[in-house]
T-cell receptor, first 112, second 111 residues
Framework: DAGVIQSPRHEVTEMGQEVTLRCKPI?????LFWYRQTMMRGLELLIY????????DSGMPEDRFSAKMPNASFSTLKIQPSEPRDSAVYFC??????????FGSGTRLTVV | SQQGEEDPQALSIQEGENATMNCSYK?????LQWYRQNSGRGLVHLIL?????REKHSGRLRVTLDTSKKSSSLLITASRAADTASYFC???????????FGTGTRLKVLA
């Protein structure tokens, strides 16, 4: 298995632009999580899905953020419009039940 | 919000020495996990310990859990330069599968 695959690895965009981050979880995993990591705030859980259904989106910072999981093998996190304070590393992780997460390599987002 | 806080924030030891990191949390937990993150990489799952367990081992790793003190420790024995990384604890509470991560301990193992 190739693990959790995220794309792109790096994204530089201008303030106000739409950004879409993509994630392919491990086949057979029934949970998918989106985290954001910054030096100031550490690792923050944004949203998680179970069997493609959003369960808890209380960590999504504001309406500019949205996440979807149209099927078991794909999820997106969208930021529209992007702002400089959204600059961070965004991680996707998947798991089977409550066992350990497998994290992707992350997307480093820079909003200028 | 962060549930766990690791202590110390940073730790520097010589190769071959043991490294101990502690995690304290605020509310009752269901499970606690430890992860490692190498610079610029994603997190790697190390070990899971459930609330009814007190100790677990995996290779050179030993994890203990004291629910009465709301704390856990991760011991890495005979450390190697390759163990240099940040280590995070993550906890989940009953009825949810979401893990909240702590602030992390940066470990540096000097060759």
């Amino acid at each position: 298995d190739a693990g959790v695959i995220q794309s792109p690895r790096h994204e530089v965009t201008e303030m106000g632009q739409e950004v879409t981050l993509r994630c392919k979880p491990i086949s057979g995993h029934d949970y998918l999580f989106w985290y954001r990591q910054t030096m100031m705030r550490g690792l923050e859980l944004l949203i998680y899905f179970n069997n493609n259904v959003p369960i808890d989106d209380s960590g999504m910072p504001e309406d500019r953020f949205s996440a979807k999981m149209p099927n078991a093998s794909f999820s997106t996190l969208k930021i529209q419009p992007s702002e400089p304070r959204d600059s961070a590393v965004y991680f996707c992780a998947s798991s089977w039940t409550d066992y350990g997460y497998t994290f992707g390599s992350g997307t480093r987002l820079t909003v200028v | 919000s962060q549930q766990g806080e690791e202590d110390p924030q940073a730790l520097s030891i010589q190769e071959g020495e043991n490294a101990t990191m502690n995690c304290s949390y605020k509310t009752s937990i269901n499970n606690l996990q430890w992860y490692r993150q190498n610079s610029g990489r994603g997190l790697v799952h190390l070990i899971l310990i459930r609330s009814n367990e007190r100790e677990k081992h995996s290779g050179r790793l030993r994890v203990t859990l004291d629910t009465s003190k709301k704390s856990s420790s991760l011991l890495i024995t005979a450390s190697r330069a390759a163990d240099t990384a940040s280590y995070f604890c993550a906890t989940t509470t009953s009825g949810t599968y979401k893990y909240i991560f702590g602030t992390g301990t940066r470990l540096k193992v000097l060759a």
